[in-house]
């Protein structure tokens, strides 16, 4: 499973499997709408693990009446040579 939160001040994503795992990847992308209403990139965070859980978190102060857009994915290389891209995204 992977879910990504945005809060008041920080964003963060959670990954995690009940399958054994060589190494899981985890990448958040912070997105903040303009203006005119076009996305703006403004954070990005990564990690990786060679456990069954991985957590990636950036702290990022959100502006008041703003909204912003968190993307998310996380890649699973399970021990048996499968490997699995999950991708999300989350608002606030």
């Not at 978190?57 to 021990?79: H, Q, V």
């Amino acid at each position: 499973t992977v879910k990504g939160t945005i809060s008041q001040s920080f964003y963060q994503v959670n990954a995690k499997t009940d399958v054994a795992v060589k190494s899981i990847a985890v990448t958040g992308t912070l997105y903040e709408k303009g203006t005119f209403g076009t996305w703006q990139k403004v954070s990005s965070c990564s990690n990786s693990s060679t456990t069954s859980t991985c957590m990636v978190s950036s702290n990022f102060n959100t502006k008041p009446g703003k909204s912003y857009r968190l993307e998310y994915s996380a890649t699973f290389n399970y021990s048996d040579g499968r490997s699995e891209t999950i991708t999300g995204s989350a608002s606030r």
